[in-house]
């Protein structure tokens, strides 16, 4: 989840059956978000994320 009001990207991973996930972590705007996959990762750069000033 991408939240500009906040200017965090809240980030869920290791889903369970139940449809929780077992662990959630939040990156602030400004650091890369590295999203792991198998055998490679991909990056994404936050700092150009919009604010929202309200």
Same mark, same amino acid.
Not at 11 to 18: D, F, G, I, N, T
Not at 44 to 49: A, E
């Given at each position: 989840?991408? &939240?500009?009001?906040? $200017?965090?990207?809240?980030?869920?991973? *290791?889903?369970?059956?139940? $449809?929780?996930?077992?662990?959630?972590?939040?990156?602030?705007? $400004?650091? &890369? +978000?590295?999203?792991? +996959?198998? /055998?490679? *990762?991909?990056?994404?750069?936050? &700092? /150009?994320?919009?604010?929202?000033? *309200?």
């Amino acid at each position: 989840m991408i &939240d500009p009001r906040e $200017g965090v990207c809240t980030v869920h991973s *290791a889903p369970q059956r139940s $449809g929780v996930y077992r662990e959630t972590g939040r990156v602030p705007f $400004g650091e &890369d +978000l590295t999203v792991p +996959l198998e /055998g490679r *990762a991909v990056v994404i750069r936050t &700092d /150009g994320f919009p604010r929202d000033p *309200a």
